[in-house]
């Protein structure tokens, strides 16, 4: 990876802001958001398949936003290789962020 070409990647978690993007989304907390979306610790209960267009924009979610939380899922992935639900949620929301194009 060239470091100098990723420099304005976030650094660490707080940078990553994972709350404060989901909270700016659709104005519902992190631990609302994985209810709706089937997070546990280390697994998601839920696929795509568990949800519908028209639900995921009766509740302010767009194919954007999809996508913009699941980049910040890989950046705390990335920072954080430990995490064990970070990789698994970003590649669930990209899967769900499908539904809407």
């Given at each position: 990876m060239n470091v100098a070409r990723h420099r304005k990647w976030p650094q660490t978690r707080r940078e990553v802001d994972l709350r404060g993007r989901i909270r700016r989304a659709v104005g519902v907390s992190l631990k609302e958001a994985g209810r709706f979306f089937g997070w546990a610790p280390a697994k998601t209960t839920k696929?795509?398949?568990?949800?519908?267009r028209d639900e995921l924009i009766a509740r302010g979610w767009t194919k954007k936003k999809l996508l913009d939380v699941a980049d910040a899922y890989d950046h705390v992935a990335r920072i954080t290789p430990s995490n064990p639900s970070a990789a698994g949620r970003a590649s669930q929301l990209r899967e769900i962020a499908k539904l809407l194009e």
């Open positions: 696929s795509s398949a568990d949800f519908t």
